[in-house]
């Protein structure tokens, strides 16, 4: 469904919560002023994540798949990324983003990364909670993902979001995730209070209704 009379710009809103380990993060949407962030997170991936996220090891990625990733308009092309604001500088060590593949168009393609020592915290599926949040109100309705077949964090991750498998050939498996199908499973996890947190955010601050109940 579509969002109704939004109140508070998503591009003006941070939603601060925090990890399964306690660590305090913000989430806010990427911008194309995050060009300097986005290479210094990507930088601080390991090989194997850089790998699994982009499916080369490269520590310097091509300019024009950086400007790809920071040419966000907030419809055709929706990212959200996080700061751990208790680190030393305030670091970017996640983002997620959502793009359409035509405009006008209801679906589009998923990818999320998170820094090596922020996996396993909870923080791909806060991400995504604020990604999917803002993909309905756009009418971004199914997104489909591409992962490497070794890539079972992020395998798991879409699973549990209810994402079905396609088809899977040359090592990258595809999978289809219906985005408020999705939002109602992270809904359910109530016991992952970040989650819980960017979706009641989210919903008081665009002045929504709760997005995928009753």
């Keep these: 469904m579509m969002m109704d009379a939004p109140g508070r710009p998503i591009d003006n809103i941070i939603v601060c919560s925090v990890l399964s380990d306690g660590t305090v993060v913000c989430l806010r949407t990427i911008t194309p002023d995050d060009e300097d962030l986005l ?27 950086i400007e790809r990733l920071v040419d966000v308009d907030g ?34 393609e998923y990818s999320v990364a998170v820094l090596d020592e922020f996996q396993g915290k909870g923080l791909a599926r ?20 591409h992962i490497l077949s070794e890539n079972y964090a992020a395998t798991k991750l879409v699973k549990s979001l209810g994402a079905i498998w396609r088809t899977e050939g040359a090592g990258v498996a595809e999978y289809l995730l219906d985005v408020a199908g999705a939002i109602a499973v992270l809904r359910a996890d109530e016991g992952a209070r970040g989650v819980q947190d960017v979706l009641r955010t989210l919903e008081g601050e665009m002045g929504a209704p709760a997005v995928g109940a009753g």
């Design 39 to 65: 290479r210094e997170g990507i930088a601080k991936l390991s090989a194997e994540s850089r790998y699994l996220r982009f499916f080369s090891p490269v520590a310097q990625l091509p300019d024009d798949v």
């Design 126 to 145: 806060m991400m995504t909670a604020a990604l999917l949040v803002q993909c309905l109100a756009e009418g971004l309705t199914v997104l489909d993902v």
């Design 75 to 108: 419809h055709d092309h929706i990212a959200w990324g996080a700061i751990c604001t208790e680190c030393p500088g305030q670091p970017a060590i996640g983002a997620v983003h959502a793009v359409r593949y035509r405009h006008g168009g209801r679906a589009g």
